[in-house]
C-alpha cells in the first residue's frame, strides 16, 4: 500500500532540511570512499593527485540504503527505539562505513580515523585498500553482524537476531539482486515462526533500484500489482515507497516507517498484554529509488544515474581524463561538503544532533557485538545421562536418542537463549526429548489432527523448517546477538550450507585474530546425522560424507570436527562444544543402534585427549605393534573392531595397536593447529615403519590430507567412502566401500610382512565371507544375523 495523506506531513521544514543535508553527508563520503585519497572536503579544486590509483567499491545501493539510515535516526530518537540494521546488497558497505563514521563510533573503535580532515583521509584511503577495509560488511564494520560476501542471508541473519530479543527491531535492507536467490526465497518465510509476545520485530526494506551488476533485476520488472501480491502471498502488508524527489521521498518514508512501527507495536502490545498469539500481517517495505540515486544523469552520452552502469563506480578514468575529472568534482560539491562539515572536517553540530546517541546509535548497538551479550550456558552433568558400559562392545543403543535427553535438559534450563534448529529432522535423528520441554514453533494455521504429535506451538523454541538456508541463517544471526543454539540436519544435504558455513568461519576468523574490539560469540554447531553408512532405504543420494572436506578448508583455529564412536563420547563432545566460542564445531554421529564402547569415565578421558589407543581391543602392550589399526566414526569403529576380533583369533601372536580418533584435527601437527599432536606423540601411536590400516568415516583422501608429512605418513593406507552405494544393507554398504571387517582382515595380511604366507587360508575365507554375506543381502533383503548382532568377544 502507499501512504495516501500526503497533507499530514510526518517532517517539518527544519526536520527536511536538516535529515537531506544528513543524507547529503553520508553520500557524499561514499563517494568519497570510492575516489579520494587526499582533499578529503574538497578545500582545494580537485585533481589528479587527489584520486586513488585504483578505484575499487559499489555506489549503486548506497545513496538508497543512506536514505534509510537517516530516518531511522529520526525513529530511534523520537522514540527511543532499539534498532539493529543489516546491509543485504553484497557491496554496500559504504552506506554502513559512511554512518558509523557520522555517528562517531568509527572513531571510538578506530581512533585514527578521526573527525578531522586528517582522520577523514585516513578513512577515504583505507576503503577498498590494502591493509585497509572490504567493500562489504566486513567483522571491521561497527554495527554488522552481517558480511553480505554472500547474497541471500540477510532476511534469515535479522530473524534470528530477534528471536527471544523482544525489544530489538532488526531493519534488513534486502538488495533487489539480492532477491532473486533461492537463499531469500525461503526467508520471507520467517515471519510463520515469529512470536510477537516474545520476540522482536523485523522491518524488511526490499531495495529496488532496479539493476545487478549489468542486468536488471526481476521484481524491478514485474507490475506494481504482481509485486504487492507476491509479498501479500507472503504473509506481509507491504508497503510502496516510490520516486526520485527527495523533498516528496523524505516525507513519503517518515510517514510510511510511523505506519510500520505504529502497527508492530500495537501487534506487539496486545500479544503482551495476554491477547492471543495469532500471526499478524507484519509491515514491510518496498523502497523504488534510481540505481546510484544523485549521481550524474549520464556521462559520455550513456545513463548513469537509474541504470547499471551506477552500480560499482559510475565515473572510470577520473586521474587521466580532465573531462571526467571534472563531472567528478561537480558531483562531489553538488552535496555542498562545505556547508555539512566545519572548519576542522567535523560534521556541523546541528546534523551531528540528528544521531541517536550511546548504544541507541545502530553502529554502537550492542547486539551487533553479540559477544557482550552473552551468557553462558547452564549445562547439567553428562553423567546423570551416562550410558552404563560393563563390557565395551556389547549394547547397542540409539547415541542420538541418548544427546536429545541432554539437549532437552539444556533448553529447560536456559529457555531464551538456546534454541535447537532442525529441517524436519530433530524427531528422525532421535532427539525427540526435546519436545517434552518444548514444542516447534509454529505460528501459521493448525488443525485438530496437529495435536496428535505434532508437537506445535506459538509458545515453542525448537526451530523446523524444510530450508537449510534459512535454518542456518537463523542461527547464526542467533549467536551472533550473543545466544546459544544446535543444528542438527541430515549428512549428505550439509552441502547445501557450504558456502553459509564458510562464510561465517571467515567471520569468526577474521574475529578471532584481527578484530579483537569483537567479543567472542557462541560457536556455530552442527549435528551430521542419518549418515553415508546406514542408508539402508534412502540410497546412493543419501551417500555424501564431504562436509568435512569442506570444514578441514577453513582456517583450523576456528573449526573442529568429532567423530565419537559412542553415546558416553557424544555426550561429553556436544558439552564441549556448547561451552566453547568463536569456533564452527562439526559432530558426526549416526541416529541408527550401534554398539557403545566405553563408560561415561573412560569416554571423559577419551574425549579429553582427541585420540588414544583403547587397550581392551589391543594385544601390543609392551611391545611394539605389528599393525595399527586406526578409526574415526560409529560405525566404521565397529568394522574395525570386528576385524581385529577376526585377526586375534586368527592370529594369536599378532601384536595389535587399536587408536581410535575422536577429534579428526587431532591428527594435524601441533605447529599447525592448536588441538593437534606432536610429532613425538603422532610417532608413539601410529609407530614408524609400522602398516596403519584407518578406518575412516568419511572420503579417504582427507586423512592423507590431515596427515600429509607426518611420520609414518607412507604407511598410512585408508579406507572410507568411495563413492559406491545404492540402496543397500549396511554391511553391503561397507563391503562396497573395503571398510568392513573381512576387507580391513584383508588389508592387515597383506600389509603385515610374516602374515603373507601364514595368512593363505584366512584371506580365502574372507573372500567367501564377502560373497556369502552380499548374496545374502541380496536374497533376504537384511544382513547375515552373526554380523548384524554381533559383539565384542573378548
Not at 539482486?177 to 509476545?197: P, Q, V
Not at 577376526?646 to 577429534?663: T, W
Not at 610417532?683 to 608429512?709: A, C, M
Request: aromatic fraction near 8%.
Amino acid at each position: 500500500m502507499k501512504i495516501k495523506d500526503k497533507k499530514k506531513s510526518a517532517l517539518t521544514a527544519d526536520e527536511m532540511r536538516d535529515i537531506n543535508d544528513y543524507w547529503a553527508a553520508a553520500n557524499y563520503l561514499c563517494v568519497g570512499m570510492l575516489y579520494l585519497r587526499d582533499n578529503p572536503l574538497l578545500r582545494a579544486p580537485l585533481q589528479a593527485q587527489h584520486i586513488k590509483r585504483r578505484l575499487l567499491g559499489h555506489w549503486g545501493s548506497d545513496p538508497g540504503q543512506n536514505f534509510v539510515w537517516v530516518h531511522l535516526n529520526r525513529l530511534i530518537r523520537d522514540r527511543d527505539l532499539n534498532v539493529a540494521y543489516i546491509s543485504g546488497p553484497g557491496h554496500g558497505a559504504p552506506a554502513t562505513l559512511a554512518n558509523a563514521y557520522l555517528e562517531e563510533t568509527y572513531t571510538d573503535v578506530y581512533p585514527d580515523r578521526s573527525l578531522d580532515e586528517q582522520g577523514m583521509t585516513r578513512f577515504f584511503r583505507l576503503f577498498s585498500h590494502p591493509g585497509g577495509v572490504g567493500s562489504h560488511c566486513t567483522p571491521e564494520t561497527p554495527g554488522s553482524i552481517h558480511e553480505g560476501g554472500e547474497l541471500g542471508y540477510s532476511l534469515s541473519h535479522a530473524f534470528g537476531a530477534v528471536f527471544d530479543n523482544p525489544d530489538l527491531l532488526v531493519v534488513p535492507m534486502i538488495g533487489d539482486g539480492e532477491a532473486e536467490t533461492g537463499a531469500m526465497a525461503t526467508s520471507w518465510h520467517s515471519n510463520k515462526f515469529l512470536n510477537s509476545g516474545r520476540d522482536g520485530a523485523v522491518l524488511p526494506i526490499l531495495h529496488l533500484n532496479g539493476y545487478k551488476i549489468a542486468n536488471p533485476t526481476i521484481l524491478a520488472r514485474i507490475s506494481t500489482e504482481e509485486l504487492l501480491d507476491l509479498f501479500r502471498g507472503y504473509g506481509y502488508t507491504p508497503y510502496l515507497v516510490e520516486g526520485s524527489d527527495p523533498v516528496a521521498m523524505h516525507q513519503v518514508m517518515a510517514q510510511t516507517l510511523d505506519a510500520c512501527v505504529d502497527t508492530i507495536h500495537a501487534v506487539q502490545a496486545q500479544a503482551r498484554a495476554g491477547g492471543p498469539l495469532t500471526r499478524p500481517r507484519w509491515p514491510m517495505i518496498i523502497l523504488r529509488t534510481p540505481k546510484g540515486w544523485t549521481a550524474p544523469k549520464d556521462l559520455d552520452g550513456h545513463k548513469i544515474e537509474g541504470f547499471w552502469r551506477a552500480h560499482q563506480v559510475p565515473i572510470l578514468d577520473v586521474a587521466n581524463n580532465p573531462q571526467h575529472l571534472a563531472v567528478l568534482e561537480t558531483w562531489m560539491r553538488s552535496y555542498k561538503p562545505q556547508d555539512l562539515f566545519d572548519a576542522q572536517g567535523r560534521l556541523v553540530p546541528r546534523l551531528r544532533a540528528l544521531a541517536p546517541r550511546g548504544t541507541r546509535r545502530i553502529s554502537a548497538n550492542p547486539h551487533a557485538n553479540g559477544g557482550l551479550l552473552r551468557i553462558p550456558l547452564s549445562l547439567p552433568n553428562v553423567r546423570g545421562y551416562a550410558v552404563p558400559v560393563t563390557d565395551p562392545g556389547h549394547v547397542q543403543l540409539e547415541s542420538t536418542y541418548v544427546l536429545g535427553q541432554f539437549l532437552r535438559d539444556v533448553m529447560r534450563d536456559n529457555r531464551g537463549r538456546f534454541r535447537v534448529f532442525s529441517p524436519d529432522e530433530n524427531a528422525s535423528n532421535r532427539l525427540q526429548a526435546i519436545y517434552e520441554v518444548s514444542k516447534k514453533v509454529w505460528m501459521a494455521d493448525t488443525l485438530p489432527e496437529d495435536s496428535d504429535g505434532g508437537e506445535l506451538s506459538p509458545d515453542g523454541y525448537v526451530m523446523e523448517m524444510l530450508s537449510e538456508h534459512t535454518l542456518e541463517g537463523w542461527l547464526e544471526g542467533y549467536l551472533l546477538t550473543g545466544r546459544h543454539g544446535f543444528f542438527s540436519t541430515y549428512e549428505a544435504f550439509a552441502h547445501i550450507i557450504d558456502s553459509m558455513v564458510n562464510q561465517h568461519a571467515k567471520w569468526l576468523e577474521k574475529c578471532k585474530t584481527e578484530v579483537h574490539w569483537r567479543a567472542p560469540v557462541s560457536s556455530l554447531n552442527i549435528l551430521l546425522s542419518s549418515t553415508v553408512w546406514r542408508q539402508d532405504h534412502n540410497g546412493f543420494t543419501h551417500q555424501d560424507p564431504g562436509f568435512l572436506d569442506v570444514i578441514t578448508n577453513k582456517q583450523a583455529i576456528v573449526t573442529r570436527i568429532y567423530l565419537p564412536p559412542d553415546a558416553n563420547c557424544l555426550l561429553h563432545v556436544v558439552r564441549e562444544c556448547l561451552e566453547s566460542t568463536d569456533y564452527v564445531n562439526v559432530v558426526v554421529a549416526d541416529k541408527e543402534p550401534h554398539l557403545q564402547f566405553l563408560d561415561i569415565d573412560a569416554a571423559a578421558l577419551h574425549c579429553a585427549k582427541g585420540i588414544g589407543i583403547w587397550p581392551w581391543a589391543s594385544t601390543d602392550a609392551g611391545g611394539e605393534p605389528d599393525v595399527v589399526i586406526a578409526s574415526a566414526g560409529d560405525v566404521v569403529t565397529a568394522e574395525a573392531l570386528g576385524a581385529t576380533a577376526i585377526l586375534r583369533g586368527a592370529f594369536p601372536d599378532l601384536r595389535i595397536r587399536f587408536v581410535n580418533v575422536v577429534d579428526l584435527f587431532k591428527l594435524q601437527p601441533n605447529t599447525e593447529h592448536e588441538h593437534g599432536l606432536s610429532d613425538r606423540d603422532f610417532d608413539s601411536l601410529f609407530t614408524r615403519d609400522k602398516p596403519v590400516i584407518f578406518n575412516f568415516h568419511g572420503y579417504p583422501q582427507l586423512i592423507h590430507k590431515l596427515t600429509y608429512r607426518r611420520i609414518n605418513e607412507v604407511n598410512i593406507h585408508v579406507r572410507g567412502y568411495k563413492e559406491k552405494g545404492s540402496i543397500n544393507t549396511p554391511m553391503q554398504l561397507a563391503i562396497n566401500n573395503q571398510v568392513d571387517r573381512f576387507n580391513l582382515v584383508i588389508d592387515v595380511i597383506d600389509r603385515v610382512p610374516r602374515l603373507i604366507a601364514a595368512g593363505a587360508h584366512v584371506k580365502e575365507r574372507m573372500k567367501d565371507h564377502i560373497l556369502e554375506h552380499l548374496q545374502y543381502a541380496m536374497d533376504e533383503g537384511v544382513d547375515r544375523a552373526e554380523t548384524a548382532n554381533w559383539t565384542w568377544p573378548f
